[in-house]
């Protein structure tokens, strides 16, 4: 461990992860590393969980705040979930014992896009933070810090808080070094300055992170691997979204409005977003960028086979043969992948002036193009917004996909009113299932609504999108964006009554009933 920590005061201050997790005391608002499962300290948190369940059974709770980058792992969320030890936790989570105790009303959650909270943070709205908990891949002699394998809020992390714990993690490859942009110049309004970033692959800032040494409170040493996200190969609905949505580009290409080079990239995680990377090899295209927030299998598959030529990001979230790939031929990676910290990775003056495609999941959409990102029927949070929310508004094409049903057919993924609204008619321009694309760009709200039902909607549900329809227009209030407003989330009623939103044989829309 001496060669990862150089610094000879922070080599002093080395202690156990439980040494380090006693300077952490109820009511604390503590900050910590991680975005989709990279970077996020290992030990810590663990060690502060096991304090926290000795507290909880003596009768004495131990609580804190927990701010992130976005999402982190069992060893952090499910460990501090689990022992009742947070009462707030931001910005995105995706943590199952974490999100059930969320929907329980037992911890509150603020789900915010993530562009924000570096800004949020320094205007003071979630108090002061009183301590960071940072994995880092290594300390130089003179205290900067090799950054680990994803940045996210890292750099506010560590300017904000008043006393600062580093993990130090030997897992992570020392060929890190020199993958990360970190950009000291943002500020707040009315200070600010034009970003000087005008293509992905442009180097504004340097390797390192900053902090200050007289705030680092303890060392911590690991050496553990990042949470290992699975991902199985395409199902047919993914293909299919896929397929749609190349046929799209090459449609755009023929127009005129694309190049054969498209434009930079943005993609969320999961295995509909590996299809689509996977279509665009297979679709012979070569020579493009990505500016996203997340590479994961697909997209490094992409740079090793030339597709991709370079990748900006602020994290990674790999499975166990990603990482595999991506340590065993680090030095190519290094040369094509720059991490970013979040606030650059996810900034609209960015992704405006980049022109980015922004390629985003979702739960649902309705007829007239709102999607919901976020909720189920409405109340019960999946994970968050995240960062789509930064690239949908910005993008010069925002597209949300999803499968047409879910639950084997009892859920639609076309709706007559999303039930949560995490990106307006006004943002979404591309709508894609495995049915098909509906391209909303110059389309007044009827126009909209009828594309959706005709190209999105799952055979199954199509016929009752279209009676809502048609019904709305004739006996809607206003005939601008017709709505039954009695009946527009009936079907969400019945999800969460019947377990399906399918219409029960013999039953009526309330709407339907003189």
């Known amino acids: 461990m001496q060669d990862r920590i150089r610094h000879a005061r922070m080599h002093d201050s080395l202690m156990s992860a439980e040494q380090a997790a006693a300077l952490i005391r109820p009511g604390m608002t503590v900050a910590m590393s991680g975005f989709t499962g990279a970077g996020y300290?290992?030990?810590?948190?663990?060690?502060?969980?096991?304090?926290?369940?000795?507290?909880?059974?003596?009768?004495?709770?131990?609580?804190?705040?927990?701010?992130?980058?976005?999402?982190?792992?069992?060893?952090?969320?499910?460990?501090l979930a689990r022992a009742s030890g947070m009462e707030l936790r931001l910005?995105?989570?995706?943590?199952?014992?974490?999100?059930?105790?969320?929907?329980?009303?037992?911890?509150?959650?603020?789900?915010?896009?993530?562009?924000h909270v570096a800004q949020h943070t320094w205007s003071g709205f979630f108090g002061n933070?009183?301590?960071?908990?940072i994995e880092v891949a290594g300390i130089l002699a003179d205290g900067r810090l090799i950054p680990s394998s994803s940045v996210g809020n890292n750099k506010t992390w560590l300017e904000q808080?008043?006393?600062?714990?580093?993990?130090?993690?030997?897992?992570?490859?020392?060929?890190?070094?020199?993958?990360?942009?970190?950009?000291?110049g943002t500020a707040l309004p009315p200070d600010r300055k034009p970003i000087p970033l005008t293509a992905p692959d442009e180097r504004i800032g340097e390797p390192y992170l900053h902090v200050d040494p007289a705030k680092v409170v303890a060392v911590v040493s690991t050496d553990a691997p990042d949470r290992n996200s699975p991902f199985g190969a395409p199902d047919e609905a993914s293909r299919e979204i896929a397929g749609h949505l190349l046929d799209f580009f090459d449609h755009e290409i023929q127009r005129g409005r694309l190049t054969g080079k498209l434009l930079p990239l943005q993609s969320?995680?999961?295995?509909?977003?590996?299809?689509?990377l996977a279509a665009l090899s297979e679709g012979g295209y070569e020579g493009l960028t990505a500016y996203t927030e997340v590479i994961q299998d697909g997209m490094l598959n992409l740079i090793r086979d030339g597709v991709i030529k370079v990748a900006s990001a602020t994290s990674f979230s790999l499975s166990a043969a990603g990482v595999k790939e991506f340590n065993d031929n680090i030095d190519?990676?290094?040369?094509?992948?720059l991490l970013r910290t979040q606030e650059i990775s996810n900034h609209?003056?960015?992704?405006?002036?980049?022109?980015?495609?922004?390629?985003?999941?979702?739960?649902?959409?309705?007829?007239?193009?709102?999607?919901?990102?976020?909720?189920?029927?409405?109340?019960?949070?999946?994970?968050?917004?995240?960062?789509?929310?930064?690239?949908?508004?910005?993008?010069?094409?925002?597209?949300?996909?999803?499968?047409?049903?879910?639950?084997?057919?009892?859920?639609?993924?076309?709706?007559?009113?999303?039930?949560?609204?995490?990106?307006?008619?006004?943002?979404?321009m591309i709508i894609v299932t495995d049915q098909g694309l509906a391209d909303l760009r110059g389309l007044a709200?009827?126009?909209?609504?009828?594309?959706?039902i005709d190209r999105c909607a799952h055979p199954d549900y199509r016929p009752m999108l279209q009676d809502y329809y048609d019904r709305a227009r004739r006996d809607s209030y206003g005939k601008h964006t017709p709505h039954l407003l009695a009946e527009s989330l009936s079907w969400h009623e019945r999800l969460v009554e019947t377990g399906s939103m399918h219409m029960q044989p013999g039953r009526l829309p309330t709407a339907s009933i003189r």
């Open 41 to 79: 300290p290992k030990s810590v948190p663990q060690a502060l969980a096991e304090r926290m369940e000795a507290a909880a059974a003596s009768g004495s709770p131990f609580r804190i705040k927990v701010l992130t980058g976005a999402s982190t792992a069992p060893e952090l969320d499910g460990a």
């Open 129 to 133: 933070i009183d301590l960071a908990v």
């Open 91 to 115: 910005p995105y989570q995706s943590d199952p014992v974490l999100r059930e105790r969320i929907n329980n009303g037992e911890i509150d959650y603020i789900d915010m896009h993530l562009s």
């Open 445 to 452: 709200p009827k126009q909209r609504a009828q594309l959706i």
């Open 332 to 337: 190519f990676y290094r040369t094509r992948i």
């Open 348 to 428: 609209p003056e960015l992704i405006r002036r980049l022109g980015v495609i922004a390629m985003n999941g979702m739960i649902e959409a309705d007829i007239y193009g709102n999607v919901n990102s976020t909720h189920i029927a409405g109340s019960k949070v999946m994970n968050g917004i995240g960062g789509s929310g930064d690239f949908a508004r910005n993008g010069s094409l925002s597209v949300f996909m999803s499968p047409s049903t879910a639950k084997n057919g009892s859920i639609s993924g076309i709706v007559p009113m999303v039930s949560h609204v995490d990106h307006t008619e006004h943002d979404a």
């Open 161 to 184: 808080a008043d006393q600062v714990i580093l993990e130090v993690n030997a897992f992570q490859p020392a060929g890190l070094e020199g993958m990360h942009d970190i950009y000291y």
């Open 268 to 276: 969320g995680v999961g295995n509909v977003a590996n299809a689509v």
